[in-house]
């Protein structure tokens, strides 16, 4: 490491670790002053929802736009279920092991399939529903109603267009409802090779919703409840879970910049370019990754004695130890991510060198 002096650090730990971009920026200026009834009920958010039933090609959706991730998840999950139900999700789902059990809070057990790369599939849904239902006391326990999957999920992988379609149709069959959950929704439909678009979202969701506090907003969800079932009474359920912003039109403001002229997705490609120019070092330099990526975020497995050095000037994520010297961590871009900070990362990783990897536990495949 060669930048010591006076060495700022750059941060790849998350990607909302800055404001907002300029033009949500610039457009909640402009509108500042600008008087409008409360509650969601304005012009922005009416605009922002028209953009993105447009997108959608579903005018028949509603669209709500609540503050953060974890109170969207736990509000359109409480509003879904009844009280003996849950939802079933992969263990390594945000619902899961990144929310305090917000998500129990509202009385609803999450349900957690086995998953080695974030994804969860028809047949693992399919065996825990009729597993239920074939139980002579299925009474006593909790019944499965809901599917909920991110995409992308929590360890950057992405559903294909065909695993959405079977996943959704064996919902369906079943009875159940498809929520997923967007959090990172603009770098997973930008990302290479993705075939998924907001349209076949949608189709296939019961509800689904498009984040913008990790792409490009100060902060807000927009959630798309595709489901007329759902959609009854939607906003008895914000209200209850504190999360109707009486300055509502602050989450309309930001979304209709964000759906006004592509914005939303270029920001989130250009994320998804830096993150390439990152993994192609860290495999020029023979480093393996705990899955396979092609969004944001990336989960390379480093020796303990390069994550010392690389320390002294970046912030980065811990995943988890692969063995008693070796550890997968997260590095994260943003929208905000600069060229610059890039490639300093890049310089210092190949300053450092390749280090030999020998690991005393056996990687999984994929």
Known sequence: MERKEGMTMLYFNNDYAEGCHER??????????????????????????????????C?????HFLVGGTQTNLTVIAAALRPHQGVL?????????HETGAVEATGHKVLTL???????????????????????????TVQPKMVYISNP?????????????????VCRELGLYLFLDGARLGYGLSARGNDVTLAD???????????????????GEAVVITDPELAVDFRYHIKQHGGMLAKGRLLGVQFDALMTDGLYFSIAARANRLADQLRAVFCELGYPFLVPGVTNQLFPILPDKVLDQLAEGYVFCEQERIDESHRAVRFCTS?????????????????IGPIGIKFTTRLLDF
């Open 153 to 169: 999920t929590e360890l950057g992988t992405l559903y294909s267009l065909g695993e959405l379609e079977e996943l959704s149709r």
């Open 114 to 140: 086995p998953s080695r790369d974030g994804k969860i599939t028809p047949g693992q849904v399919s065996d825990a529903v009729n597993a239920h239902r074939r139980d002579p006391s299925f009474e006593h």
């Open 59 to 63: 005018e028949n959706a509603q669209v």
């Open 335 to 351: 929208w905000a991510t600069t060229q610059e900070a890039v490639d300093a990362l890049c310089a210092d990783l190949r300053r």
């Open 89 to 97: 999700c992969a263990v390594t789902g945000h619902i899961q092991g």
């Open 24 to 57: 949500v920026l610039q457009a909640l200026m402009d509108s500042n002053l600008v008087q409008t009834p409360g509650y969601g009920q304005d012009e922005y958010c009416a605009r922002a929802a028209g953009k993105i039933k447009e997108l959608c090609q």
């Open 201 to 219: 979202l949608a189709r296939l969701c019961h509800v689904f919703y498009i984040g913008g506090t990790k792409v490009g907003a100060l902060f």
